[in-house]
């Protein structure tokens, strides 16, 4: 029988803000990149709107649409950052040798998520809209359930990604950082769904983000939100957390049955 | 954790009550290589039970085997009467190790690794705990020192200090006095032969220091190609074998061809 305990999920959370705390190379990624892009984006719509004499926002469809992409970028690495320590310090050991169950691990790298994506969601916002005016009024209330379903599927991403790395070793961390850019032309980011080929479309069908951000185009547009498909885009996500934590945990007791916990640095898979 | 509580689970039949550890039969295999082959063995209460044998005898994968983090192929591992593979937990719970290739994360300080540990252990009192530690192992004056930057045997007693956290009913040491000068080697001895006299625990100690093993150990296994070969009192093993020392018994042993059946 497996108890949940909170306290042993947390010690995986204390540890990541202690690296934190103690280290600028973590402190930094956390805001900077994130922070860069909204400059970045912000000029590049200031400019279209410029530009163009369309009387189309790019503010809101453009650098809203970055902010909530690198939203739930951060959101997918922070899960694997945190689990990426223990690859980078040796310390699968010592860590599966204790009582921490596979369910308190992943509690404890999505806690460590939250409070490294929130940091990141914080300045995000901070500079789109104070210097740029993206105003989120121009969601409505649709802007949380669009956070809600990139978050969940961030945190899905991120789990998968680690069992990645438990599965292929240290050095198949380089599959996990392209994962954001890969599903990024399928989930139609920056624009319309309808412009990608029909199997790039049935992609896309299955990737929530694909139905936050068409939602989030027809919100500015002024034309009503499909309920059905912000739910489908939910749902799925979920459905996505779950799988991912499966695979996560078949991974966690292959690698029990074939040592690679014990003899994790030889990289025996590939 | 408490030792009411495994009682009262072995007074149900589990496992005999002066029993810390019980393996019955186990065997890993690797396809055709069998890595440890249909091993038997128990630790009790207050004994301190050495693993000796050549590299790739099975020590360390039979030590990951216990630790729960390699499967076996077969057999069974209890730790206070819980079975390792159902009950992980609580078999986990009541078990602690060091090893030389298992040192604690060296991008955090002492203090932070042995709190983040002591959480994982659900040690209670853990800053009372962790204070104790600190002065037991002489680690208070490297208490926010990173643990990467010590010396090798500064990171034992680190992972020494870890192991008894939840002091633990089995206490596991891979080589613990691996990178230990001899005067540290001998207080580490003192310390968990003082240990397993004064409390009901068990412990389970590998080692290639065949001086350490004979002065340490209550009891020793010969292990050889994953099998057992040897078994006794560390003290008379060699006078029995017709060999002038222990460390002679172990080149006997080590050079035998793979043959028989286990012990």
């Known amino acids: 029988m497996t108890t949940f305990s909170w306290r042993r999920a947390g010690s995986v959370v204390l540890r990541q803000a202690y690296l934190i705390r103690g280290s600028l190379a973590r402190v930094l990624p956390l805001f900077a990149w994130v922070a860069t892009d909204m400059i970045l984006w912000g000029f590049l719509t200031r400019y279209l709107n410029g530009v163009t004499r369309s009387a189309m926002d790019f503010v809101p469809t453009l650098l809203g649409a970055v902010l909530l992409w690198d939203f739930f970028a951060r959101v997918m690495q922070g899960v694997t950052t945190a689990f990426l320590e223990d690859v980078w310090s040796r310390n699968f050991l010592n860590l599966f040798a204790s009582p921490l169950s596979i369910p308190e691990y992943v509690a404890g790298l999505v806690a460590s998520s939250i409070m490294t994506s929130a940091i990141g969601l914080v300045v995000m916002i901070a500079l789109a809209s104070g210097i740029f005016g993206l105003s989120f009024f121009s969601y409505g209330l649709l802007l949380f359930p669009f956070l809600l379903t990139l978050f969940v599927f961030g945190i899905a991403m991120g789990v998968v990604a680690s069992a990645i790395v438990l599965w292929f070793g240290p050095a198949s961390e380089w599959f996990v950082w392209p994962i954001p850019a890969v599903i990024a032309p399928f989930a139609g980011v920056f624009y319309p769904v309808s412009t990608l080929p029909r199997w790039m479309q049935a992609v896309a069908f299955l990737l929530p983000p694909a139905s936050v951000f068409e939602s989030m185009r027809r919100i500015i547009a002024g034309d009503a939100v499909s309920v059905g498909a912000l739910a489908w885009s939910g749902g799925l996500a979920l459905i996505y957390l779950l799988l991912g934590t499966w695979v996560f945990a078949r991974v966690h007791r292959h690698a029990v049955r074939v040592g690679l916990i014990a003899r994790y640095s030889a990289e025996t898979v590939s | 954790m408490t030792h009411s509580s495994t009682v009262a689970r072995v007074a149900q039949g589990d496992a005999p009550a002066h029993l810390v550890l019980s393996v019955s039969r186990l065997c890993k295999q690797y396809g055709a290589f069998v890595a440890v082959a249909d091993i038997s063995f128990a630790v009790q209460r207050h004994e301190i039970l050495g693993i000796v044998?050549?590299?790739?005898?099975?020590?360390?994968?039979?030590?990951?085997?216990?630790?729960?983090?390699?499967?076996?192929?077969?057999?069974?591992?209890?730790?206070?009467?819980?079975?390792?593979?159902?009950?992980?937990?609580?078999?986990?719970?009541?078990?602690?190790?060091?090893?030389?290739?298992?040192?604690?994360?060296?991008?955090?300080?002492?203090?932070?690794?042995?709190?983040?540990?002591?959480?994982?252990?659900?040690?209670?009192?853990?800053?009372?705990?962790?204070?104790?530690?600190?002065?037991?192992?002489?680690?208070?004056?490297?208490?926010?020192?990173?643990?990467?930057?010590?010396s090798s045997g500064e990171q034992t007693r680190v992972q020494l200090a870890k192991a008894f956290l939840n002091e633990p009913s089995l206490l596991l040491l891979d080589e613990p006095t691996a990178s230990l000068d001899p005067s540290a080697a001998h207080d580490v001895r003192e310390r968990i032969q003082q240990y397993a006299a004064t409390n009901d625990v068990g412990v389970l100690w590998t080692s290639h220091n065949m001086r350490e093993v004979e002065e340490t150990c209550h009891r020793a296994l010969f292990l050889s190609h994953g099998r057992i070969l040897l078994e006794g009192d560390p003290k008379q093993l060699p006078r029995e074998h017709g060999q002038q020392s222990l460390d002679d018994l172990f080149i006997a042993v080590a050079r035998e061809p793979v043959s028989g059946e286990p012990r």
Request: hydrophobic share 40%; glycine share 12%.
């Open chain 2, 53 to 150: 044998g050549p590299n790739g005898a099975g020590k360390t994968t039979t030590i990951n085997m216990i630790l729960g983090v390699l499967a076996p192929t077969s057999g069974s591992i209890t730790i206070e009467g819980y079975d390792v593979r159902a009950e992980r937990q609580r078999a986990l719970a009541h078990a602690n190790f060091a090893a030389v290739y298992a040192p604690l994360p060296g991008n955090l300080t002492v203090e932070q690794n042995l709190r983040i540990y002591g959480l994982l252990y659900g040690v209670a009192h853990l800053k009372r705990r962790i204070e104790a530690l600190l002065e037991t192992f002489d680690l208070g004056r490297f208490r926010r020192v990173k643990c990467g930057t010590l």
